[in-house]
């Protein structure tokens, strides 16, 4: 009789175990998580697609990013919407631009605080955390997923703070939606991508900005040295 009290208790300890994590549970082992990474990669991509009153305009922007938590420094590479190619770094909220190769120097082109935002981990988690009543939750072989679609003034606020979005000639409240879908390593907890779509529309036009984030490479990346100025 022991010995099958003994065992029924070993199986149901068991089946707890595999038990499927609640959002709120998962949530929360991300935040738990952010505690240890020290480093990652980021890639960035961010669009910007016009069509109002006939005529249409895209624009977008990308950034290449390792990211060193423990330094305070980030390494960039990003393209602007005009095309022009900037590789720098960011060492204790000050930004030097490579002059040329091995040259690098101060510099006020780059806005350091911006950037370092935009690349920070914390922004998926501070996102998720505001809307985290209304989000939709899966749960796949490999991976969590997080969906949100809707509109939340403080969810708008944050986004228009960390990426400088802006939709003039639309009324925030009643012309916006936002979507966003968010991807979770099952056995990290650390963000893989997010997914991000502000779409204004009302009569006059369309306007969509959509934020694309992977995070990669966690805890591997090398110090970020600050480059001796020339």
């Known amino acids: 009789m022991k010995k099958f009290v003994l065992v029924f208790v070993l199986l149901a300890t068991l089946v707890g175990c595999n038990k499927p994590l609640t959002k709120e549970a998962t949530l929360k082992r991300m935040d738990a998580q952010e505690s240890k990474i020290d480093s990652y990669s980021l890639d960035m ?4 697609k016009v069509s109002a009153l006939g005529q249409k305009n895209n624009s977008a922007v990308e950034m290449s990013s390792e990211v060193d938590r423990k330094n305070n420094a980030y390494s960039i590479d990003s393209t602007n919407a005009d095309g022009e190619e900037l590789e720098f770094i960011i060492k204790d909220g000050k930004a030097y631009l490579e002059d040329r190769p091995g040259v690098w120097k ?5 806005d350091a605080k911006e950037f370092s935002n935009q690349a920070d981990y914390s922004v998926p988690l501070e996102l998720l955390g505001l809307v985290s009543e209304d989000l939709e939750f899966e749960t796949t072989d490999d991976e ?3 969906m949100y679609d ?3 003034k403080k969810l708008y606020k944050t986004l228009k703070k960390y990426y400088n979005i802006s939709f003039t000639g639309f009324d925030t409240e009643d012309d916006l939606t936002i979507t966003m879908n968010v991807s979770v390593d099952k056995k990290t907890f650390n963000v893989k991508e997010m997914v991000t779509k502000v779409i204004g529309e009302n009569k006059k036009g369309k306007v969509i900005v959509s934020i694309d984030s992977e995070f990669d490479n966690f805890n591997t990346i090398e110090k970020i040295e600050l480059p001796e100025e020339d």
Not at 45 to 48: E, R
Not at 106 to 110: E, N, P, R, Y
């Open 45 to 48: 991509d961010l669009s910007v």
């Open 106 to 110: 101060k510099t006020a082109k780059v």
């Open 144 to 146: 969590y997923h997080f």
């Open 150 to 152: 809707g509109y939340d």
